[in-house]
């Protein structure tokens, strides 16, 4: 395993070599979703949800983002605080959820807003955070969450990343939203520490983190994590979480896909700058590639990912696969102008070429073919927007994901 330092120097030499230049994207054949592994063409939806669709989850469970874990033999919730925020507008949770295995435990903190006067249970959008539930409001009386492996605050500031979660014009929007932070269901650093202070400990207390690589992953832990949080949510009489969303941003928002792929109660999936291992093409060589993600962060992925290194223009896959998973459902995906390691033109064509599944549905998938111009809204079963700025979720991306949201679960402002 490489140091620290070894890991930064070798994605550093890397970086010096990745293209940002559209004029340098080669011409290379994008592989179709449709194409079952006996080599016939999927041409109804009845064959893509029972032949093809288990096809490709098979593949990214094995290859890709690991196995799902197990539900435990025991999981509770504790509703630590219940108070009125927001002038009355809405009502703010914190649940305790632990989880128990074999006499092993492992409790994680739920942040939740919900709209208090809306006419019927309302939708609700699930998504973890960075740093923390403290990081994402400046309200003092939320509860500290996030540590790193050895137990350390990931953020001593109160609401550095507000601006990523603005719970008050959510609510307002007519939706409750709830968040985690990623790094107390999995902390988000490689090694073997990592893995022994996740979740996973309770599951496989005496198997070495090598090993369980093989099979897991961060990222599947991740999601995992929302899943059971839905869990739980389905237990709050003001939300109706038959209309749930998932959302994530960067590597959440590969998170975030993954989610949706294996739990088809999140009826939209949002999908904010996650770059590559999730919504961009690898095959078009523009930003990251996947020896960049397997060096920089090997826990993110099962370790037999690291045979596709340096690979990418030969893969038999691309991520309009990973995509294809979310139909007939609603897929939203979010770029940045500078976000160029993410590729943007990547992330739209990832939802240009994954279309074709949605049209097994009668559905059009992604409205659109030529890649917008930016801060233009382009709205379907497959969403797109590129913001004006930088590798980032602000309330501009938040809008256009409620928007489409609010049409599919006919919601009105609150």
């Known amino acids: 395993m490489l140091s620290d330092a070894q890991r930064n120097e070798k994605v550093a030499k890397l970086a010096e070599k990745v293209n940002y230049k559209e004029s340098a994207v080669p011409e290379r054949e994008i592989p179709s979703a449709l194409v079952a592994n006996n080599g016939s063409t999927v041409t109804n939806a009845w064959e893509w949800m029972n032949v093809r669709r ?20 025991e999981m509770s919730s504790e509703e630590v605080s219940c ?42 959008f699930l998504g973890l955070n960075f740093r923390g539930n403290h990081a994402c409001t400046d309200e003092i009386d939320v509860l500290e969450s996030g540590r790193d492996p050895e137990g350390n605050l990931i953020e001593p500031v ?31 650093f490689p090694g073997e520490s990592a893995w022994k202070k996740s979740v996973c400990s309770i599951f496989f207390p005496d198997t070495p983190p090598a090993k369980l690589n093989e099979r897991y992953s961060a990222i599947g832990v991740w999601a995992w994590g929302l899943s059971r949080m839905l869990d739980v949510l389905e237990g709050e009489k003001l939300i109706d979480c038959r209309r749930a969303g998932v959302v994530g941003h960067s590597r959440l928002g590969k998170t975030a896909l993954w989610a949706g792929a ?55 896959f691309d991520q309009n696969f990973l995509l294809s998973l979310i139909a007939p459902g609603a897929l939203c995906i979010g770029s940045a102008t500078e976000d160029l390691w993410a590729d943007p033109k990547g992330e739209f064509l990832g939802g240009v070429y994954a279309s074709e599944v949605w049209r097994l549905f009668g559905a059009k998938g992604m409205p659109v073919t030529e890649h917008p111009q930016p801060d233009v809204n382009v709205t379907g079963e497959i969403s797109y927007h590129m ?28």
């Open 262 to 316: 294996n739990d088809r109660r999140f009826k939209v999936v949002v999908s904010n700058d996650s770059g590559h291992g999730g919504a961009a093409l690898f095959k078009r060589n523009f930003g990251e590639t996947i020896e960049i993600l397997n060096t920089a962060f090997p826990h993110w992925f099962v370790a037999g990912f690291e045979k596709y290194n340096g690979k990418d223009a030969d893969l038999e």
């Open 83 to 124: 108070r009125d925020v927001f002038n009355g507008r809405a009502i703010r949770k914190e649940i305790k959820i632990t989880f128990r295995q074999g006499g092993f435990s492992h409790s994680i903190m739920m942040l939740v807003y919900i709209p208090r006067n809306a006419p019927e249970r309302v939708p609700v």
């Open 54 to 73: 288990p096809e490709i989850l098979d593949f990214y469970t094995r290859e890709v983002y690991g196995e799902t874990l197990p539900r435990p033999e």
């Open 158 to 188: 109160r609401g550095v990343q507000k601006e990523r979660w603005e719970f008050e014009k959510v609510t307002a929007r007519g939706f409750a939203v709830a968040t985690c932070c990623y790094h107390d269901i999995f902390p988000d």
């Open 387 to 414: 913001r004006t700025g930088k590798h980032n979720i602000l309330w501009q991306d938040w809008e256009h994901y409620l928007d489409a949201a609010g049409k599919i679960f006919s919601v009105t402002n609150i």
